[in-house]
């Protein structure tokens, strides 16, 4: 008897076939097995109890990393008859694809790294079938060696026959290399110190961090900058060539006792922490504070991962002289401040005065995937940035219409998206769409991803924001291409993204908070209520409006915001509390009461901004978000319960909260004081909004719910009256999370 199998879902890069044969072999059965790119072909002839055993045990026994969406089997009437079982060279054919992303170094490779007598003994690229790289080597589809950046890596007999010999961990692994035939470290960038082994350059790396240097690193996705994180003036000399005074940097632990020796970590967190995936993951600091604090000042939480690769590890542990190199290392992405995490020697020189060292190799990276970011609520991961590990792993949609779809995203925080069929693919982490350089590179990316999904849209979908720089590249390709293109508003393309996430196709109510978004009044939102579904929306309520004036300053300098929102923009109680000199204040009044470069304006954002300044918390964003999260950590620190009732507009609140400061109110009581009153505004709005209409579900999102504080007591709030509430967990809700909402509109 024979079947036919086919086998979709993430199956290519994980030791599918090899773990096939196997399978096969054990049940006698011949056949034969083929990457088709976009799914596994299986040919089993066999007796029929042995081919049922053999179909039961595919999805119990498939490889860690692998993920079966579907499994069609068919019975056949095969003529031919198989005297074995054959992987066979892959044929390329159509229907949906699926990359695998990334996967962290496991746990067999880190101890033959390590271990003596093994050929592979500290080489800075092992991998197997079950780890390495894959996304960003990869050219094209079905996953081969030759059509990844390892083709320039000629196998040596040793690891051919591995490659080859179905009992290898390594048999059918692409990426399969060792110290004779695998990529070479490299110091510095051009032809400076070539001929120096990998073992001198890891010691001499080792050497500029334990002295306090900074070294930029190549890694899967692109360079980090590293540097030791409890040595104070390296941190410090990093800001300063950084230019980034304040945003947290992220931190590369050596191992789980080291994470959890600075950091809170529930098993939940370490689960994640420690997956194939190492993610960077938000984990409360322990106090005291024993990293130095101006690695992520004045925040109550840190970014922590573990090493993810073989070159990791052998920083952290290489056997060498130095017996008491740091445990933990900063790792911030290795880009000028608003351009993408840099991929080659050529783009590594933009960060060449950042650093003392570049420590870099010959593989290339494909594709630049910054590392993922998530934050937990609860019991449950909040993505904040879903980049390397998770992309491009599409996610699924019960229905939709038969259409191709680039979704562009927005324009801070971008990622695209491709869809097609049910799935909607979401890209690595892009960046700052505001800089023409990251623009250029987005065009590229959506390029070079549509080739290796092969999706051709049909359709383009962008923000209707007329100034952002990815709807004008939308534009673009729209005609050049001769694609269709539609724009869809911000707020909205925020509760789509997470309608998406949880398959929801009826009515909600859609509360959607964030920094800033152009609405369709031509006006500044963020602080809006939508009733909506996956077709329609219509805006039923917001927060207070108040004035933004002078422009851009007006989202940077937080007090211009609070200035706005004080009753006759009083300048005396500017002065008071600070807020700048007397000039610039009277100044800000100026354009406030001559109505000059005003917008009118809901952002909840720039609230957070206003009363961050009145509190003396953060008078200027030196990074978006610095004074919503330094509120937020401020609210954190007073422990006692604050309950507040009858406010019922954010102008309300802001002025409770400006005088009881004037009163002398400490800024912990008053920080919990506004998340407090924040919860309840949107509670109480939320709840005439569904005794009006009669709807139960409430879907939050935009970045302000990235606040797990006011989320939380969001939640309890409308948990209390039994509402359904839909989030974003795994898709951000903050701006990455756009394009996932864009996308989902269109295959409606
Ligand atoms: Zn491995
Ligand atoms: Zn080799
Ligand atoms: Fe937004």
Not at 421 to 441: H, K
Not at 454 to 477: G, M, N, V, W
Request: hydrophobic content about 40%.
């Amino acid at each position: 008897m024979t079947y036919n199998i086919k086998i979709f879902g993430i199956v290519q890069g994980v030791g599918f076939r090899p773990f096939i044969k196997n399978l096969a072999d054990t049940f006698f059965i011949f056949g034969s097995v083929a990457n088709k790119g976009s799914y596994v072909e299986i040919f089993a002839q066999g007796s029929e109890k042995n081919l049922e055993k053999f179909l039961r045990e595919i999805p119990k026994k498939s490889p860690p990393r692998s993920a079966i969406l579907k499994l069609d089997a068919k019975k056949i009437s095969e003529e031919k008859i198989f005297s074995d079982f054959k992987i066979i060279e892959s044929v390329h054919e159509k229907g949906d694809i699926f990359v695998s992303p990334d996967i962290a170094i496991c746990e067999k490779c880190s101890e033959e790294l390590f271990d003596k007598n093994n050929r592979r003994y500290l080489h800075p690229f092992i991998n197997c079938t079950a780890c390495g790289p894959r996304l960003t080597i990869l050219e094209n589809m079905p996953y081969d060696r030759e059509r990844t950046s390892m083709k320039n890596f000629p196998m040596c007999k040793n690891c051919s026959e591995e490659y080859f010999d179905k009992n290898s961990r390594r048999f059918d692994a692409q990426p399969i290399c060792c110290n004779d035939c695998g990529p070479k470290l490299k110091l510095g960038i051009g032809n400076k110190d070539l001929g120096i082994s990998d073992a001198e350059i890891i010691k001499r790396v080792r050497k500029i961090i334990f002295d306090g240097g900074i070294v930029a690193i190549k890694g899967i996705g692109g360079f980090h900058l590293a540097c030791d994180a409890k040595n104070f003036s390296a941190v410090k000399k990093l800001r300063e060539n950084k230019f980034r005074p304040q945003k947290p940097f992220a931190v590369m632990f050596k191992n789980i006792s080291s994470v959890e020796k600075y950091c809170h970590l529930s098993e939940n967190e370490k689960k994640f922490l420690d997956s194939p995936q190492k993610p960077i993951i938000l984990l409360q600091k322990k106090f005291p504070e024993k990293i130095v604090e101006n690695v992520a000042p004045k925040i109550n939480k840190l970014g922590a991962m573990l090493p993810y690769t073989p070159l990791h590890m052998l920083i952290f542990d290489f056997p060498d002289e130095i017996k008491n190199f740091p445990d933990a290392l900063v790792m911030t992405s290795g880009n000028p401040s608003g351009v993408p995490i840099s991929i080659d020697d050529d783009e590594v020189k933009n960060i060449f005065d950042f650093c003392d060292e570049i420590l870099t190799h010959d593989r290339k990276i494909l594709l630049r995937a910054d590392d993922s970011v998530m934050n937990f609520y609860k019991n449950f991961p909040l993505m904040i940035r879903r980049s390397r590990g998770y992309s491009p792993l599409p996610i699924f949609i019960e229905k939709s219409k038969k259409i191709s779809v680039l979704a562009i995203g927005g324009e801070l925080k971008n990622t695209f998206a491709l869809a097609k069929n049910n799935l909607i693919y979401s890209s690595p982490y892009i960046g700052d769409a505001e800089n023409l350089q990251t623009v250029e590179i987005l065009e590229k990316s959506v390029e070079r991803l549509s080739d290796l999904l092969e999706i051709f849209p049909e359709k383009i979908i962008c923000d209707k924001h007329p100034r952002y720089q990815t709807s004008r590249l939308a534009e673009k390709i729209s005609v050049e291409k001769n694609i269709p293109l539609e724009k869809i508003q911000h707020h909205y393309a925020h509760i789509l993204s997470n309608l998406a996430e949880n398959n929801f196709f009826g009515e909600v109510i859609g509360v959607s908070f964030d920094g800033t978004g152009y609405g369709d009044d031509g006006k500044i939102w963020g602080g809006e209520f939508f009733i909506c579904d996956a077709k329609n929306y219509r805006r039923v309520d917001s927060i207070s409006k108040f004035i933004q004036a002078g422009g851009d300053k007006s989202s940077v300098e937080c007090w211009r915001n609070s200035l706005a929102m004080i009753k006759n923009f009083d300048t005396e109680i500017a002065k008071k509390l600070n807020f700048a000199d007397e000039k610039e204040i009277s100044a800000q009044k100026f354009l406030l009461e001559k109505n000059l470069n005003c917008i009118e304006s809901t952002s909840c954002g720039r609230l957070f901004d206003a009363v961050a300044a009145v509190l003396g918390i953060c008078k200027k964003n030196s990074y978006e978000g610095e004074a919503a999260m330094k509120l937020q950590s401020c609210a954190e620190n007073f422990s006692e319960k604050v309950e507040v009732k009858n406010i019922f507009s954010t102008q309300e609140l802001f002025e409770k909260i400006l005088s009881m400061r004037l009163d002398g109110a400490e800024k912990e009581f008053l920080a919990k004081y506004f998340h407090e009153g924040l919860a309840e505004i949107i509670f109480e709005k939320v709840l005439k909004i569904s005794e009006r209409e009669k709807i139960f579900t409430v879907a939050l999102s935009g970045g302000v719910f990235q606040n797990i504080f006011l989320l939380d007591s969001v939640i309890k709030k409308l948990e209390r009256k039994n509402f359904k509430i839909l989030l974003n967990k795994m898709i951000p809700a903050n701006d990455g999370g756009i394009c996932i909402g864009q996308a989902f509109f269109a295959i409606q």
